[in-house]
């Protein structure tokens, strides 16, 4: 390894010459073959030397530890490196340096991983609760449509959703204004439309259907609803003619026919004076019949004077066989303000359908037999037990041939039904069956008052009803 050597002299004498110099290197010369830079004398000189010396290889392993030379680790390797200039020590530190690179490089893996892991689960944990979140805000809204579908169902807000739809033939009615009137006064929608039968009145109901979107907001789609009701009004003159032609029935069921998923109710208007003249036309001697043909205008005197006639069994009688083979309803109807109320009574109730449903399906979902909350018939009975005495009694009252006087007549014996039956567990058969059968009842105080008994047949059903263990068992 060549090396060279540069002097600087901190001192600022002036005696130092060039000749001095030259003579350094004049010994530096002769000596260059016999000395090294350890064995070198500085004793020589008057002022010390510093001295700066550098090295130059042309080794490649050196140049690439140069690149890591910032590491103190590896600076101390490239110094051991310079001073023993020993191969075989550098490719050693060089083996060294690179395990505990790769080290390093592991270390720093493993707390990317743990770190990337930290934040994957830190992602998962805020997911779940977005989540959690969202499941909330859905439960919440579709209680509120639960809620709300229940409120529009209910009988003061069902009619808000109905649509009275008239014919326009019915305009050429004088009843027309009346049935507007009372439609307005309730608050009733209404529309005036061409029908497919003359005469009738239909009803649409419109119905809020509401779904959760995606953002767990409420929306709200309003659908028309047809309801399979039609109410047709025929008049006394267009009645009467059916029935002497024989085309009452026939009209009907081409109605039916043509609408067969349809409930029909059909109302005759007028009709009741049409016959009340025809009886005071008969009767025209009697007093009273005159009196009550007064109230009849001259005008329609005139109309049914001229008019087919027809009995009112003739009309009852086509009635009575439309009801049975169309499920046609019907009623007579003789003034407008009944009319317009029978209307409205009918939209009433077709509202509140939904809600009666809904409430038999609850109920049916509940139990298999009759059994309502009513308030008809009960019992109170408070903390003290006051009304256990008349609760007994009631259950007593409800057996076939059983009366209050019966179900007391009872009670004075055993006061409670826990008494009854502890009686007839300790008996047989034939005695629980006859055990009730002599009590007797008084209907009334006195030595006079007449005295009969419970009887075989009410003891024997109260027996099978508290000691029979199959539901089933009729008890007559």
Known sequence: MNSEIIVLNDSNESDISVESNDKLKNIKKKNKKKCSFDDYDSSDFEFPEIQFYHL??????????????????????????????????????????????????????????????????????????????????????????????????????????????????????????????????????????????????????????????????????????????????WNWDETVIKVANNSFCTSIFDIKSSLPDYKIILVIFGIENYFAYKIQEKNSDKSETKNKTQKINIRNNLEYKNFVEISK????????????????????????????????????????????????????????????????????????????????????????????EIAEAICSVYPCPADLIETYINCTDDEGINLLKDIPIRRAAGPLTAIRKVGPELSKKIYLMFTSKNGESVLS
């Open 56 to 233: 130059i290889t042309e080794n490649n392993e050196d140049e690439s530890q140069n690149i890591y030379n910032k590491h103190s680790l590896i600076s101390n390797i490239h110094a051991s490196s310079y001073q023993t200039n020993d191969k075989y020590t550098v490719n050693k530190d060089l083996k060294q340096h690179n395990m505990i690179r790769k080290s390093l490089y592991s270390d720093n893996n493993t707390f990317n991983s743990a770190k990337n892991s930290n934040e994957k689960n830190k992602n998962i944990t805020k997911q779940k609760k977005e989540e959690k979140i969202q499941q909330m805000m859905k439960e919440k809204a579709l209680k509120a449509i639960a809620v709300k579908k229940s409120k529009n169902i209910k009988p003061g807000e069902s009619l808000k959703f109905m649509e009275v739809v008239i014919d326009k033939d019915i305009e050429n009615f004088s009843y027309i204004t009346d049935i507007i009137s009372t439609l307005l006064n309730t608050n009733l929608q209404y529309s005036i439309k061409s029908q497919f039968i003359s005469n009738s009145i239909t009803w649409k109901r419109n119905v809020e259907n509401h779904y959760v979107n995606e953002n767990n907001e409420i929306c709200t789609i309003t659908n028309i609803e047809n309801i399979n009701q039609i109410l047709i009004i």
């Open 313 to 404: 069994r003739q009309l009852e009688t086509c009635l009575n066989e439309i009801q049975i083979t169309a499920d046609c309803s019907s009623r007579l109807i003789n003034n407008s303000q009944d009319l317009a109320l029978m209307i409205y009574q009918c939209t009433k109730a077709i509202a509140e359908i939904p809600y009666k449903l809904e409430k038999n399906k609850s109920l049916t979902n509940k139990f298999n037999w009759y059994i309502l909350g009513d308030n008809r018939n009960t019992v109170k009975v408070d903390k003290d037990g006051n009304g256990l005495k008349r609760l007994w009694q009631q259950q007593l009252c409800q057996f076939n041939l059983s009366s209050l």
